[in-house]
């Protein structure tokens, strides 16, 4: 219905080298959709966004299936940087002056929900993903400092949230052994973990509950049939009351121009052999994950086997970078030149999607039929566990906190399928220029 555009095979697979993939157990087992199905309610896509759905639904009494295009976890949520953070892409002012004080508000304390909401998961089912406290945004530039300090008294003041710990530059580089970094913002309440670890082990919980997750199977289409929805994969059709669209960036033509709400950029993470416990901690005392105050970022953690696992450098073209080892290294070096010394045993990427405003869209199409929830804009850990939680209340008569993110206003990414790309990375290309000077 919606796929009258072919796609524009945004949607690639570097990720056979990932330290996250090393880091579990293979298992090749996987059920494939070969026959057709009634339901309540088709999920598509096997990421955070799909898994947490389903799982809302299951517990609530929906018969639900659940379809994804590959494995559970081959896209973002089993790719990413590990760093779980409340509070969205876009600062809390930023956002009122959008929204007004009161929709800002409410995104907050859904933010906060967020994570709770992962830490929850974690318990409930007995994940072990290896979760450690604390996330550094570490100051690149000078002025970081006071740009800390106003979000400090902002955050205090407007949220009575108090839990900021402000870094100088002596204090900066005794928890990041680099001169890179003027300043430091610690937030207690955030966390690193083992994303594909996390989702397996809450897939776990759904196939313990449901035997319709199918991998293998990519939805082709969606039909509207008198009251219901038909989703077609090639092998088998799943007839429901809803269907939901977790496919974040991998989304490409199956909701057509919904699409154009957001961009596809392709992000990249190495992993080094293992530093030990000591070297790693001579790096970053603490153990905290890091994320730099630049345009494009620096992004990086030890693993639960200390080795340093580096993300930063993106690409916007559709064509995946097959080998980002020396994009990604070249950065790394630059903050820690000591770990040329050591080996990189893994290179991956992964693709992620961004709006213009950096805020997650939400949203319903065939008359609140079917519900997508993506555009988490790299900050999609914990959104993206809350948008299942929230699309099951909005499927049992609840919208209200599904609204709160469905009534932000998006831009649509204008030049179609050809200039879309050109036009947004010479954007970038700016903001690039602007992180170096
Ligand atoms: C390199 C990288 C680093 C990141 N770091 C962080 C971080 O540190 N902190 C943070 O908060 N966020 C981070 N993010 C973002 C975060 O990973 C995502 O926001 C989040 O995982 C999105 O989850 P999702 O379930 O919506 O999408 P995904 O995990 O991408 O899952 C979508 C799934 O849909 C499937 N699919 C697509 N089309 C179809 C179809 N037609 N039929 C069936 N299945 C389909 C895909 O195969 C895929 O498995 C990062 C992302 C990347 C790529």
């Known amino acids: 219905m919606f796929n009258n555009k072919k796609n524009t095979f ?213 039909e509207e049939f008198a009251d219901k929805l038909v989703v077609k994969t090639d092998k088998g059709k799943v007839t429901a009351n809803y269907v939901v669209c977790g496919c974040n960036g991998y989304l490409d033509a199956l909701l057509g121009k919904i699409r154009n709400k957001f961009m596809p950029i392709n992000n990249y993470i190495i992993a080094t052999e293992p530093l030990g416990q000591k070297k790693a901690e001579e790096i970053i005392r603490n153990n905290y994950a890091v994320c730099d105050t630049r345009f494009i970022i620096d992004y990086y953690r030890f693993s639960e086997d200390w080795r340093m696992l580096f993300g930063g450098g993106e690409t916007f073209t559709s064509n995946f970078l097959h080998d980002p080892i020396k994009i990604v290294s070249n950065r790394m070096y630059k903050i820690f030149p000591n770990l040329k010394e050591y080996n990189i045993d893994f290179a991956w990427g992964g693709t992620l999607a961004i709006t213009v405003n950096r805020l997650p869209h939400f949203g319903t199409l065939l008359n609140d039929k079917l519900i997508f929830c993506h555009g988490y804009s790299g900050h999609g850990i914990g959104l993206s566990n809350l948008a299942g939680k929230l699309i099951s209340e909005k499927i049992s008569g609840n919208p209200e906190r599904f609204n709160f993110f469905r009534d932000i206003n998006h831009l649509t990414i204008f030049g179609g399928d050809f200039l879309r790309r050109p036009i947004y990375a010479a954007a970038i290309g700016y903001y690039k220029i602007r992180d170096i000077i």
């Open 10 to 222: 945004e949607q690639h697979d570097n990720e056979k080298k990932s330290y996250y993939k090393y880091s579990i157990e293979a298992n090749d087992e996987s059920i494939e959709l070969q026959s057709n199905l009634q339901v309540d309610v088709c999920v598509i896509g096997g990421g955070f966004t799909g898994v947490s759905a389903a799982l809302h639904l299951e517990k609530k009494g929906y018969k639900v299936a659940l379809l994804e295009a590959r494995k559970i976890g081959w896209g973002a949520s089993g790719r990413n940087g590990g760093q779980l953070t409340c509070g969205l892409r876009k600062d809390q002012s930023i956002i009122e002056n959008i929204l007004g004080f009161d929709h800002a508000k409410e995104l907050w304390n859904l933010s906060l929900e967020s994570v709770q909401e992962v830490l929850k998961n974690i318990k409930d089912y007995n994940i072990d993903c290896s979760i450690v406290n604390g996330v550094m945004s570490a100051g690149y530039f000078k002025e970081d400092y006071r740009y800390f300090s106003n979000l400090i008294e902002h955050s205090s003041k407007k949220y009575n949230f108090n839990e900021y710990k402000l870094f100088n530059l002596t204090e900066i580089k005794e928890e990041i052994n680099t001169n890179k970094y003027y300043s430091g913002l610690l937030n207690n309440i955030s966390y690193h973990l083992n994303p594909l670890k996390y989702l397996l082990g809450l897939s776990k919980k759904l196939k313990s509950l449901n035997k319709n997750i199918f991998e293998n199977s990519h939805a082709l289409d969606i």
